[in-house]
């Protein structure tokens, strides 16, 4: 059974870092490319990087991009999105997706329905 597991929410001033994990189990995580998303309360959900199966390929949103940076270890099955610079707007339950390698290219990345495995979210809070 296919599980992603979010870690290393919690709260942050503006200006502050935070790094998020998001562990697989179930399946090897480098025949899956990777994408972490966020939702606001009463937003949709949007995209906010994206890496493919090697770290080849990263992509940002352009409101993350400079701030934010993925990345993974294979070898711990795990990938990180380490966010800088925080700011209010930052803040929403941020998810992290896992999509077959076999179709790694050639789509929409920043599509949440592009993806078929999920995690459970895990709240991120930029306030002062």
């Known amino acids: 059974q296919v599980q992603l597991v979010e870690s290393g929410g919690g709260s942050a001033q503006p200006g502050g870092s935070l790094r998020l994990s998001c562990t697989a189990s179930?399946?090897?995580?480098?025949?899956?490319?990777m994408g972490w998303f966020r939702q606001a309360p009463e937003q949709e959900r949007e995209g906010v990087a994206f890496?493919?199966?090697?770290?080849?390929?990263?992509y940002y949103a352009d409101s993350v991009k400079g701030r934010f940076t993925i990345s993974r270890d294979n070898a711990k099955n795990t990938v990180y999105l380490q966010m800088s610079a925080l700011k209010p707007e930052d803040t929403a339950v941020y998810y992290c997706?896992?999509?077959?390698?076999?179709?790694?290219?050639?789509?929409?990345?920043?599509?949440?329905?592009?993806?078929?495995?999920w995690g459970q979210g895990t709240q991120v809070t930029v306030s002062s």
């Open positions: 890496i493919s199966t090697r770290s080849a390929v990263t």
């Open positions: 997706a896992a999509r077959s390698g076999i179709a790694c290219f050639g789509f929409s990345w920043s599509r949440s329905g592009e993806y078929t495995y």
């Open positions: 179930g399946y090897t995580s480098n025949n899956y490319c």
